[in-house]
């Protein structure tokens, strides 16, 4: 009897190793994917591609982010010393309030200072002027940090604090100081200034990750006062420099109070994970809790190390708890279907929704992708409209009188789920009077975006702009 040879083995062999290899992808599909219109597109691609569908399933659909993140970022820091209290005395926050604390498994702490910083010709002085008094510590951390004069002042003034005897540390992103070259890091060398590269870019060994970039900024000086926002450092946010094409308006925060040590606390996470400490020492805060305040605040930390979601869950929750007015202002508008939901929900029930966005956006293949998303909200009757120039980068929601979440992160999926950013909750009518009155004085000079504009676009544009959409997880 004569032996099949191998190439007729192989014809036996592989129908049932492809059948073996599609039904293994499609129950890693069902197991971990959330999405079911993303777990059914993957299941039939490896039926039509038996052999391509689980290849590309494997380069493409698996979460590595998550995966990576989880077991990298293992850091903790001890912080038995943080108090904070979930129902502060003479407040009625609930039930906005329990949806963070539910998130966190915190309470809030006490703002006894909150300021507002609008672009870099506020926010630079001010920093400036406390790096300068500072006796203690110093703790900067940012996604970009140009190497122009806004930047070049800050690292000088950096460094003349460690000459006089500060404890100076300093985080930049790894892939946001590319923005600039030759790299901050290389002067901050030169001037004598501790600092470490979060999740540093590089060739050998191969480190080329665009994704778990910390897109967080804080300035913490002497545990006493803290800095916060979507600013980063450089020219591009004095605003006031016309000639400037790529000036960006941003708005930060200036707070003091018993949220600083939260706030340095999470500062020292970061730190001690830049330098692969994952035993640091325990946390001790600077600050006295005061039951009396005006102004209570939480932190919500949120990456890809952590198994929910946390921003996105707060952002779907508040809107969902509204009961008069949500007010929206973000640079980068790629919601989830569930925000999309909740979104058109509180519409549907009569709170007032309106979102305000770039007309000029410094990313064109995030506005392109926008415009596809635009549609399902503009049928459903929500107020859309397009700020002038310049690219407006500040991130705002305020919902009805007390509440309103500030920090580093955008409405998209870069920021709510492959990104390390940073929240906080704001509770107090002042503030939100205060924002909301830059919201508004923002809206009156913007131009309502219409359903007949978004229609109108020529079949070219909206081929463009659908398929940009597609590729919204990864812009």
């Not at 004069?149 to 404890?167: C, F, M, Q, T």
């Not at 890809?304 to 202002?329: C, F, Q, W």
Request: neutral net charge; hydrophobic residues 45%; proline residues 7%.
């Amino acid at each position: 009897m004569d032996t099949l040879t191998q190439p007729a083995w192989l014809i036996y062999i592989l129908p049932f190793a492809w059948l073996l290899m599609g039904l293994s992808t499609a129950a890693h599909v069902l197991l971990n994917k959330r999405d079911p219109k993303s777990a059914f597109g993957w299941i039939a691609l490896c039926i039509i591609l038996p052999v391509a569908g689980p290849i590309l399933y494997l380069v493409f659909g698996i979460n590595r982010v998550h995966n990576r993140a989880q077991r990298n970022y293992l850091v903790k820091v001890p912080r038995d010393a943080l108090l904070t209290i979930a129902e502060p005395p003479g407040t009625n926050f609930r039930p906005l309030s329990n949806i963070g604390e539910n998130l966190t498994e915190k309470g809030l702490s006490d703002c006894l200072d909150f300021r507002i910083l609008e672009n870099g010709e506020s926010l630079y002085p001010a920093m400036l002027e406390h790096i300068n008094g500072a006796s203690k510590r110093i703790l900067l951390s940012s996604y970009i940090f140009d190497n122009n004069s806004s930047g070049i002042a800050i690292a000088e003034a950096l460094a003349a604090a460690v000459k006089r005897g500060v404890d100076v540390k300093v985080i930049v992103d790894g892939m946001g100081e590319f923005m600039s070259l030759p790299r901050i890091g290389g002067r901050l060398k030169q001037l004598g200034v501790p600092f470490q590269r979060f999740n540093p870019i590089s060739l050998f060994p191969p480190a080329l990750n665009i994704n778990m970039r910390s897109h967080r900024k804080l300035l913490i000086i002497d545990g006493e006062w803290a800095f916060t926002g979507g600013q980063n450092i450089g020219d591009r946010h004095l605003a006031n420099n016309i000639k400037n094409p790529h000036r960006v308006l941003d708005i930060h925060f200036q707070l003091r109070g018993k949220i600083v040590d939260e706030l340095e606390w999470a500062f020292l996470q970061d730190w001690y994970y830049c330098l692969n400490k994952d035993s640091p020492p325990p946390f001790e805060g600077s600050n006295v809790s005061k039951p009396d305040a005006n102004i209570w605040a939480r932190l919500v930390l949120d990456g890809p190390n952590k198994d929910l979601d946390k921003l996105n869950h707060l952002i779907v929750g508040v809107i969902s708890a509204a009961t008069r007015e949500v007010l929206i202002m973000t640079p980068y508008f790629l919601p989830t279907f569930d925000l999309i939901g909740a979104l058109i929900a509180a519409h549907l029930r009569g709170v007032s929704v309106q979102i305000l966005l770039p007309g000029h956006n410094n990313i064109e293949l995030v506005h392109w992708a926008m415009q596809n998303t635009l549609k399902q909200l503009l049928e459903s009757g929500l107020d859309i409209r397009y700020q002038p120039p310049p690219f407006v980068h500040s991130k705002l929601l305020l919902v009805d009188d007390e509440y309103a979440l500030i920090g580093s992160a955008n409405m998209d999926p870069r920021s709510l789920r492959l990104n390390y950013e940073l929240g906080l909750e704001v509770f107090s009518k002042h503030v939100n009077g205060c924002l909301r009155e830059h919201f508004i004085s923002r809206a009156k000079s913007s131009a309502p975006v219409t359903l007949e504009q978004i229609n109108g676009r020529s079949l070219p544009v909206k081929l463009r702009d659908s398929l940009m959409w597609l590729f919204s997880p990864y812009l």
